[in-house]
């Protein structure tokens, strides 16, 4: 049985695709890269975001990188979370599940979304700004006393995946983010799902 969820933010729960491509985009504009249309982002984008960056300039660094994405994610426009959200994180607290958050959002801009969503009283702990997605994995596992064969990481994206297995937990993958479902399900996750009320049925 599923007793702990640790979910991705972005693309997951957060439907912030818009804002982050162009976000990303004037970050593209500002280091002398090549803007790409919309579908060659989908297609080229990828985890660890410095894994991205590096496809198109070698010898750009993540404090350069974190610094001016922070300053484009905030003027770009606020997102807003994906349908059934709210219900779903209520079904799971009201079920004594145990919830938490990791992401690569920026900490401070996730955290001033979940104030505005009104959903900090749903997360054990709220993790952003992660560049390695296993070992804050195994952290929050260590740190909230979570058996990992209880434990099911959510996201949208592979590297969501191969995360949650590294990290020996159960993987589900939602097929409404960042990258289409055709190429998630090349990564066999134990679950992919195509609506977030699927989850109701995995965890009991």
């Known amino acids: 049985m599923i007793e702990n969820i ?5 693309g997951t729960l957060n439907d912030d695709l818009t804002p982050v491509y162009t ?3 004037n970050v593209f504009r500002k280091l002398g890269l090549k803007v790409l249309n919309l579908e060659e982002y989908k297609r080229e984008f990828t985890l660890p975001y410095m894994n991205f960056y590096h496809k198109f300039r070698k010898d750009i660094v993540k404090e350069e990188v974190d610094k001016l994405f922070f300053q484009e994610i905030n003027s770009v426009g606020e997102p807003k979370p994906f349908p059934k959200v709210k219900e779903i994180l209520e079904f799971l607290k009201k079920k004594d599940r145990k919830i938490a958050l ?4 920026p900490q401070e801009k996730l955290n001033k979304e979940i104030k505005n969503y009104g959903f900090q009283k ?3 702990e709220v993790n952003g700004s992660v560049h390695d997605k296993v070992e804050t994995i195994l952290e929050i596992i260590k740190r909230n006393g979570f058996e990992p064969n209880e434990t099911a990481y959510v996201g949208d994206m592979t590297h969501d995946i191969d995360a949650g297995k590294k990290a020996k937990v159960t993987t589900i993958a939602v097929s409404w983010g960042y990258q289409p479902r055709e190429r ?10 195509d609506d977030l009320e ?6 009991i």
Not at 198 to 203: F, H, T
């Open 198 to 203: 699927e989850l109701k049925s995995i965890i």
């Open 102 to 105: 990791l992401s690569s959002h």
């Open 122 to 124: 749903f997360f054990v």
């Open 23 to 25: 976000a990303t985009m």
């Open 6 to 10: 640790i979910f991705d933010w972005s």
């Open 184 to 193: 998630l399900n090349k990564e066999h996750p134990n679950f992919l799902i």
